[in-house]
């Protein structure tokens, strides 16, 4: 399974950026789909997630500001950022949650895309 993300830049403060990753690959079925980020010298952090039935979570730094969207049906996710703040700079990545033949769940990370954010 291969992830593919892609819209990370330099916006200034207040802008907007859209993320986009697909997957790919062998896919028997992807229960959730999200982001996560990592700024310099800090833990990945949980972002927003989006489950196969629609529910969502968000991270409550970016509620209200960031809006994340799937489809199921092309396996992708996107995460639209607003109102972007010099604390959201960092490399953003995708996750995959995905239910195999064995019954077990696995995780898959995209390759990170930079954001950075400049006030």
């Known amino acids: 399974v291969q992830l593919q993300a892609s819209g990370g830049g330099l916006v200034q403060a207040g802008g907007s950026l859209t993320l986009s990753c697909a997957a790919s690959?062998?896919?028997?079925?992807?229960?959730?789909m999200g982001w996560y980020r990592q700024a310099p010298g800090k833990e990945r952090e949980f972002v927003a997630r989006?489950?196969?039935?629609?529910?969502?979570n968000y991270a409550d730094s970016v509620k209200g500001r960031f809006t994340i969207s799937r489809d199921n049906a092309e396996n992708t996710v996107s995460l639209q950022m607003n109102s972007l703040k010099s604390e959201d700079t960092a490399v953003y990545y995708c996750?995959?949650?995905?239910?195999?033949?064995?019954?077990?769940?696995?995780?898959?990370w995209g390759q990170g895309t930079q954001v950075t954010v400049s006030s």
């Open positions: 996750n995959v949650k995905m239910l195999k033949s064995d019954a077990n769940v696995y995780d898959y």
């Open positions: 690959g062998s896919i028997l079925k992807i229960s959730a």
């Open positions: 989006i489950f196969d039935v629609g529910y969502i």
